[in-house]
């Protein structure tokens, strides 16, 4: 295989600049296209540069990295892209370091195209950048770089005696190519949704945690749970909501999803400390409050996520959002949505027991297709003839913490109406049904109200500076609406039973230290994750947009320095003599192996001049040559590569046998 190939350098040029292309979006344009240039010189640089050996081992080590790295961008393009396990940030960056790790990988491919037949590594190489580069949707110019990048590809495949014949077998891998992408096409956003659902099946099942649906009875299966769900950082204990649901169908609630309004960032100078550590953002539910003070500040490290069945825990009428990344919205129940990406630490402002004045809807005054008469007979009976209002609510919620016991140690209910048999039966449960009684009953009053589940950051769970918020912190309870105050969180759990059932476990002297180191890692790691590492991976963009934008005269010097360096190794002087090659043989190993390579082509096999001599003849059946050409052929090609790869030529003597020995042959 020629080892001069032009073609090389442009598909390696091609991508290069793809990749730079693509993680420099956000940069001034003249950085880009300065930036896609100096991929082109060092493509150029690369080409002329020379590696003089190169070690099997190192040789093979390098191509397991390179297979490795296909693995990772591959994966990365799958989980990115198809499903909602990667937010799409994280994906960024990890395709940046892939991609810039094969293009290592790529230069130092056609830098020893001379001492290695690297040419499939280099081309595998060139591909993995093509697909990091375009884990960056809108990458600029990326169609036409990778078309360039695989012309260039094809091109010297053709020229090097790859795909000689343009027969049926390319017929057949150009149709089976077209099928293949029609199916993607055509078949790929078809079944999309039933992958995901399937994934989102698979992940939930053996999975304790909440989802987007609440059947009554799932919360009491985390009552004796000590899996940590976050470790929370605050200055007043609150309830945490995960999720709000508006309909009951008599035996599950149901959320369903609001548009949210996207939210804006703004400066954080007048937050307090706990808001100011988290690495990110701040965004603003509305205008920026005339009176900061009386905000309540609730830093949060999750532990359990999407993938455990637990979403973003989050306080009532939250004010500001401190977040890693962009894309924040909040809907009109003031849940927060993030487009899908997780935070490993982010923080909540809000100013506690302040009502939030958004007028409910038709869903908060909805009611099952059945509902027991008694259910109607008690909502009457606690109305009292009262427009609906603060006393209403009042009394509904004292009725219920009053005249009910809070247990989980209950019979399994067996009616179709496990509600009626809570309020007229067992008079006895945990905290879904003591919130669902109190959401239904205020229905059946006029007063709209919703159902809500989270956990509550409890006083004794207190480790240091910081709550210990577990799986059996679950809870549910509910949000009303009076046109006095608004929507506010009412808890219709009897306190008393709660706390007896969810007793105080104070931890001993080395849990604490233990707890209290993990949370120090779990938050330096945050940190480092969130704004170290961004920094980081963005530290040459931002060093390429400084030297654009103070010193573009320095930039274009030294891009130009590069192209200068590369077309002068390139191009030799005119009447310069040719470049003798890296080793030398003997005149009488030479003639041997022309005789072997004319005798292998008179008993019909010629050696392709894309093909390694010993790999051709490893590949030639044993019945093709005869044992005494064979055995002539095994020790000329081993000297010939001792003398051009391992530095040891054969002696004068040797050399000369060698050529007796073959002029011997008979023909």
């Known amino acids: 295989m020629s080892s001069g190939r032009v073609e090389l350098a442009v598909a390696t040029a091609a991508a290069l600049s793809a990749y730079a292309l693509a993680y420099l979006q956000g940069a001034p344009a003249g950085l880009r296209w300065g930036t896609a240039v100096g991929a082109c010189a060092l493509a150029a640089l690369a080409w002329a540069v020379r590696i003089p050996a190169v070690s099997p081992r190192v040789a093979r080590g390098a191509g397991l990295v390179l297979r490795l790295l296909l693995i990772a961008a591959g994966s990365l393009v799958v989980f990115a892209r198809q499903f909602p396990l990667l937010r799409h940030t994280d994906a960024r960056r990890l395709g940046a370091v892939v991609g810039g790790a ?22 595998l190489a ?29 091109i010297d495949a053709f020229r090097t005696g790859g795909p000689r014949r343009a027969g049926l077998p390319v017929v057949v891998a150009g ?91 703004v400066a954080r100078g007048r937050l307090g400390p706990l808001l100011a550590s988290v690495p990110g953002l701040t965004y603003a539910s509305g205008p920026a409050p005339s009176r900061v003070g009386g905000l309540a500040e609730t830093r949060v490290m999750p532990e359990l996520w999407m993938d455990d069945g637990w979403g973003l825990l989050a306080p009532s009428g939250p004010l500001f959002l401190a977040w890693p990344d962009e894309g924040v919205a909040m809907d009109d129940r003031g849940l927060i949505t993030t487009g899908g990406s997780w935070a490993q630490l982010y923080g909540v402002a809000n100013r506690p ?60 209910f067996v009616s179709r109406d496990p509600l009626a048999e809570f309020l007229f039966d067992k008079r006895a449960g945990y905290c879904e049904y003591f919130a669902t009684a109190a959401v239904v009953l205020l229905r059946l009053q006029g007063v709209p109200a919703r159902y809500v589940k989270g956990v509550a950051v409890r006083h004794d769970a207190l480790v240091g500076s910081h709550y210990v918020v577990r799986e059996w912190d679950a809870h549910a309870w509910a949000e009303v609406w009076t046109a006095e105050t608004g929507w506010t969180e009412v ?62 005269v320095v930039l274009g010097a030294l891009s130009a320095a590069l192209v200068v360096l ?48 010993r790999e051709h003849l490893d590949a030639m059946p044993a019945q093709a040559l005869s044992a005494e050409l064979r055995s002539a052929s095994e020790r000329v090609v081993q000297a010939v590569y001792h003398a051009a790869f391992a530095g040891r030529p054969p002696l004068p003597a040797e050399a000369r046998a060698l050529d007796d020995e073959v002029r011997s042959l008979p023909r």
């Open 102 to 123: 094969l293009v290592l990988l790529a230069l130092g491919f056609l830098a020893s195209r001379r001492a290695l037949r690297v040419h499939t590594h280099l081309v």
């Open 126 to 154: 060139l591909a993995g950048v093509l697909v990091a580069a375009g884990l960056e949707r809108n990458a600029p110019g990326y169609v036409w770089l990778a078309g360039t990048a695989g012309l260039a590809a094809w």
């Open 175 to 265: 149709a089976a190519s077209l099928v293949l992408a029609a199916g993607i096409v055509w078949l790929l956003p078809a079944a999309q949704p039933v992958v995901q659902e399937m994934l989102a099946r698979a992940y939930r099942w053996g999975q304790t945690g909440l989802s987007d649906r609440s059947e009554l009875g799932e919360v009491a299966s985390l009552a004796r749970s000590r899996r940590v769900v976050a470790r929370v950082w605050t200055d007043r204990p609150q309830l945490l909501r995960m999720q709000v649901f508006a309909q009951f169908d008599g035996r599950r609630w149901a959320a369903f999803p609001r548009a949210g309004r996207r939210l804006e960032p």
């Open 353 to 412: 027991l302040a009502g939030v004045a958004v007028p409910p809807t038709d869903l908060e005054l909805s009611l099952p297709v059945r509902v027991d008469p008694r259910l109607r007979e008690l909502a009457d009976s606690l109305r009292a003839g009262e427009a609906p209002g603060r006393a209403v609510v009042a009394r509904t919620v004292d009725h219920l913490r009053t005249r009910y016991r809070y247990t989980l140690d209950i019979d399994r």
């Open 491 to 552: 808890d219709p759990t009897p306190p008393d039973g709660w706390a007896a059932t969810h007793p105080a476990v104070p931890p001993g002297f080395l849990a604490t230290l233990w707890e209290r180191a993990a949370a120090g890692v779990a938050q330096a790691w945050a940190r480092w994750w969130q704004e170290s590492w961004p920094r980081m991976t963005s530290g040459f963009a931002e060093l390429g947009r400084l030297l654009t934008v103070h010193h573009r």
């Open 566 to 613: 590369a077309l002068v190794r390139l191009r030799p002087p005119p009447g310069s003599p040719p470049e003798r090659p890296r080793a030398t043989l003997a005149p009488e190993l030479e003639a041997a192996l022309a005789r072997i390579e004319e005798d292998w082509a008179r008993a019909g096999r010629p050696r392709p001049p894309s093909r390694g001599l």
